[in-house]
């Protein structure tokens, strides 16, 4: 007996999914959990209102090497409350073959993932921090190409409770138009973010992010960190909507 299987498993269907890999040391190693923090460079990624505290000037790079040499780049820039940032996935090279004979190759075609966004972060007062990160995001598959914009939103607050603080936050990011490759086009990986981070000691932190992504089950992202004399750092991570690895960073 056979019958129709449809590789979408009724999934849905987004496109842009370069958008959600980590990015960043700190990131990296924790988890992901990175909504409620402000001190650290690539959390405008996670969320763009961690830039209203930022009273220095950053610039980091950031490059991880995936398999069939791919290669994840991303280039920082921030000035006090503004930010731009560059995001780059390279595929690598692939044999262009025939409908009728992939033995018979032709050449090769390469594939690209861009996206470059401009950043900015502020504070109301004592109230809360807000931020906006506007994005150009373009995909190119060998003489092929889709555009499209999107938005991130986010908050961040931080809360005293007793000798304790607490530090919240929330965003949306990759809200936008669709990205259309030819005739069919695509949404972009829609995602809520709500994070909380929390100082056990003077040098140590625990992050904690519940993340839902479109088409996918809600997750957890969590981290601690232990900082010596802002010089060495050890981090231990756990990424629940990581499905390539066994989720420990």
């Not at 030819?182 to 973010?193: A, C, G, H, I, Q």
Request: proline share 1%.
């Amino acid at each position: 007996a056979a019958d129709q299987i449809y590789a979408e498993a009724g999934g849905g269907t987004t496109s842009g999914n370069f958008l959600l890999l980590g990015t960043g040391a700190k990131a990296i190693g924790t988890g992901n959990a990175m909504t409620a923090v402000n001190d650290d460079l690539f959390a405008v990624k996670y969320n763009p209102a961690s830039l209203a505290d930022n009273v220095n000037t950053k610039i980091g790079f950031s490059y991880s090497a995936y398999f069939e040499n791919i290669g994840h780049h991303y280039l920082g820039y921030q000035r006090k409350n503004l930010g731009i940032s560059l995001q780059y996935l390279d595929y690598g090279k692939f044999n262009r073959t025939t409908y009728s004979g992939f033995n018979q190759i032709q050449g090769n075609f390469s594939a690209q993932d861009i996206c470059a966004a401009v950043s900015y972060g502020y504070k109301f007062q004592y109230i809360l921090d807000a931020g906006i990160s506007l994005k150009y995001i373009k995909s190119k598959l060998a003489e092929f190409s889709a555009n499209a914009m999107a938005l991130g939103l986010g908050l961040q607050k931080e809360f005293h409770i007793g000798d304790e603080n607490i530090r919240t936050g929330f965003s949306i990011l990759n809200l936008g138009s669709k990205l259309k490759y030819v005739s069919k086009d695509e949404n972009l990986p829609l995602t809520y973010r709500l994070g909380f981070g929390y100082s056990i000691l003077e040098n140590m932190r625990i992050n904690l992010d519940c993340v839902k992504q479109q088409y996918n089950d809600f997750g957890i992202q969590s981290g601690i960190e232990w900082n010596y004399r802002n010089t060495l750092a050890i981090r231990l991570g756990y990424d629940g909507l990581n499905e390539a690895s066994k989720k420990i960073t």
